[in-house]
């Protein structure tokens, strides 16, 4: 891969994953700096992560890698009909979401878990609390 054309790949990883900077990318992409000035010196990206990136926000790797066709890969059906159901802010948590790595969402995930977990919770008290008040009522 020349050195133009792995700055043009960065560029669009830079676009995909919405950062301005170098440092900005290898934060995202889980890299230290270095790294990333590596890759531009050797004139090589590690197609594992260009693999993953655009798999994750569903790019075209013929996009990723020629600037070539759609950015984005076409979605299926079932995608398009349930974006129609999605709120703006459902949408934007989405994007967010995709542009982690596997490992931060991971944990994104299990927070939202403990939260649905605390909400069950506290459903379960106020229920045997509104119990326990009509228990003692009619005693």
Known sequence: MSSSKSIEILSRLKKITRVKTDSGLSEV????????????????????VCMELAQAQGISLDWLFSGQGA???????????LSGRLSE???????????????????????????QKLHR??????????????ESARA
Do not use: N
């Open 29 to 48: 992409l889980g890299v230290s700096p270095q790294t990333l000035s590596s890759w531009k010196g050797r004139d090589r990206i590690p197609y594992s």
């Open 71 to 81: 950015m984005f890969l076409q979605r299926s059906t079932v995608c398009v009909e």
């Open 89 to 115: 802010q459902e949408v934007r948590m989405i994007m967010m979401f995709r542009t982690l790595k596997h490992s931060e969402q991971g944990d994104v995930y299990k927070v939202v878990k403990e939260k």
């Open 121 to 134: 919770l506290v459903r379960q008290v106020e229920e045997l609390s509104a119990r326990l008040e009509s």
